[in-house]
Structures are given as structure tokens and as C-alpha cells.
């Protein structure tokens, strides 16, 4: 089991700048992706930005040039630098591993709140 925890959401205005921070637990092997995901009411989960085990990055369309996503093997932690904040850029952020032994998992935190407004 890997146990994911997400800091760092909360209010900012439009234009702001927010540091999500992710820190895992447990058995954590096999990782090969670390991501963030989002959910506005209403929507469906959707990928923000993803980090792989070889160093590849993947971002949604809408977030690309805004928003980095990195990582600390060594703190077992992933990051998401989120810039130029939009309104539409408000959800629910979560943290997911995927891990890939004997299949594929995906363990997720518990999501930690954005909220984009003047």
C-alpha cells in the first residue's frame, strides 16, 4: 500500500501562484508515473500533469506553460508549480502514483482544494 498526502491548496487570486506538494508512505517500489489529477463540481477527474519514472512529463493542454510538475526520489514527494491562475484552474487536486507490479495501481490522495478568486 502507498499512502499519499497533499498540501499546499487553498485561495488565490487570479494571476497567483500556488506550490502543491504531495509526500508518499509505505511501499513505494515499482512507481512509474506520479501525477496530479483535477476534479471541478460538476466535472470529471481530469490530468493536469504527470511526471514518469524515465523523467518524461505530460500536461493537459490547458496548463501547459503555466504549471511544472517535479519531483524528490529521495523525500518520495511530487510537486505541481502552478503560475498564472485562472478561475477555470479551481478543483480538487489530487496526488496519484501508478505503480506497475504483478498490473497496475493507482493509489491517490485525498485532494487538496484550489480556489481562484478575487
Known amino acids: 500500500q502507498v499512502q499519499l498526502v497533499e498540501s499546499g491548496g487553498g485561495l488565490v487570486q487570479p494571476g497567483g501562484s500556488l506550490r502543491l506538494s504531495c509526500a508518499a508512505s509505505?511501499?513505494?517500489?515499482?512507481?512509474?508515473?506520479m501525477g496530479w489529477y483535477r476534479q471541478a463540481p460538476g466535472k470529471q477527474r481530469e490530468l493536469v500533469a504527470e511526471i514518469t519514472s524515465g523523467d518524461s512529463t505530460n500536461y493537459a493542454n490547458s496548463v501547459k506553460d503555466r504549471f511544472t510538475v517535479s519531483r524528490n526520489n529521495a523525500k518520495n514527494a511530487v510537486y505541481l508549480q502552478m503560475n498564472s491562475l485562472k478561475p477555470e484552474d479551481a478543483a480538487v487536486y489530487y496526488c496519484n502514483f501508478r505503480q506497475s507490479y504483478r498490473g497496475t495501481r493507482d493509489y491517490w490522495g485525498q485532494g487538496t482544494q484550489v480556489i481562484v478568486s478575487s
Open positions: 509505505g511501499a513505494i517500489f515499482s512507481i512509474i508515473s
